[in-house]
């Protein structure tokens, strides 16, 4: 038994709106959920069934707005969330971590009635630097809460393939989440996923909108590229981090060939590096549902753009 996962899935951190950690934003500014329902509804008519949330994106918001979306289809689409993240959801606020197996227990809970479903079918967890006693038990428990009929598989959203390896150990383990994309390619987690035979659902895919957009006008201050989060590479003061837009600038033309646009191109990217990848780019929009969709029909990079790609890049 296994789960069918296509060839490209949908992100929903950008649907949950504003929220904080620490006083800082961590959500992507203002959003539409009207919009957002549609946006969801159209990826489902255009084939995509893969749906890739977490308990703590808007505080659950993202959770609640992706059980309305496909309350009526739920058994025809593929539902991952995560866990690992403690959030105050009226004050939109996250709070602080929680590896323990007390929290994953009453997390599952929380996810399964915000999303109006009876059993999540890809549950990560979404500490990513957790030790590994810590994830042997968590591991355990996911077991348990597949016998129990809550989850059907689970993975790891980690950058480390070592880690991601050990959660695909288990008998219902498929699946990783990294950061990936074209500008940042990370060979050895999929070395891993081909030889342990998991999955990696890559985050984070257009660089957080540096390979999707052209203009950058000033962003909201309560938007997460505006705040400089240690970890966020693609954006410095809410503007372009130099290296990688001259990167993407050096391969535009490659990306963009055979009639792609720059997204589709840094798509397409995905599905020739490697059979295991399933690129999951945020929308927020019809628009943007409907620009990333239609890279399937484009399909991967030929061969020997790919190498061109390669060579720019990393040669």
């Known amino acids: ?43 489902f008519d255009l084939g995509v069934r893969l749906i ?3 308990d703590v994106y808007g505080c659950g918001h993202a959770e609640t ?6 309350a009526d289809v739920r058994d025809e689409v593929v539902l991952a969330t995560k866990w690992g993240d403690e959030f105050d959801q009226e004050k939109r606020e996250l709070t602080g971590y929680n590896g323990t197996v007390e929290y994953l227990r009453r997390a599952v809970e929380g996810s399964l009635r ?25 591991r355990d428990e996911c077991e348990a809460l597949v016998a ?20 695909a150990e288990g008998e ?16 050895d987690m999929y070395r891993a996923a081909e030889e342990a035979g998991f999955t990696v659902l890559c985050r984070r895919p257009l660089a957080m909108g540096l390979l999707a957009r052209d203009a950058f006008a000033e962003l909201p201050s309560d938007d997460v590229r505006a705040s400089d989060p240690a970890w966020l590479l693609f954006f410095r003061d ?10 993407r600038e050096a391969v535009r033309d490659v990306l963009t060939s055979g009639g792609r646009t720059l997204v589709q191109g840094a798509l397409a990217w995905f599905w020739a590096r490697s059979p295991r990848l399933v ?12 620009e990333n969709a239609g890279a399937l029909e484009l399909g991967p990079l030929t061969p020997g753009e790919l190498a061109q790609v390669e060579s720019v890049l990393r040669g």
């Open 1 to 43: 038994m296994t789960l069918e996962l296509g060839k490209l899935g949908f992100g929903t951190w950008a649907m949950g709106g504003p929220m904080t950690f620490e006083g800082q934003p961590v959500g992507w500014g203002p959003t539409d959920d009207e919009e957002s329902l549609k946006a969801l509804r159209r990826a």
């Open 52 to 54: 890739d949330t977490a």
């Open 65 to 70: 707005l992706v059980g309305q979306a496909f």
């Open 114 to 138: 915000r999303l109006g479903t009876d059993r999540i079918d890809l549950y990560q967890l979404h500490l990513g630097d957790l030790g590994l006693d810590e994830a042997a038990l968590l």
């Open 148 to 167: 129990a009929g809550k989850i059907r598989f689970y993975g790891w959203s980690t950058d480390d393939p070592e880690r991601a390896r050990f959660f």
């Open 172 to 187: 219902h383990g498929i699946a990783a989440q990294a950061d990936i994309n074209v500008l940042m390619d990370t060979p």
């Open 238 to 247: 809410g503007k372009p981090t130099p290296e990688y837009f001259r990167a």
């Open 279 to 290: 690129p999951i780019p945020g929308v927020r929009t019809v628009a943007q549902v409907e």
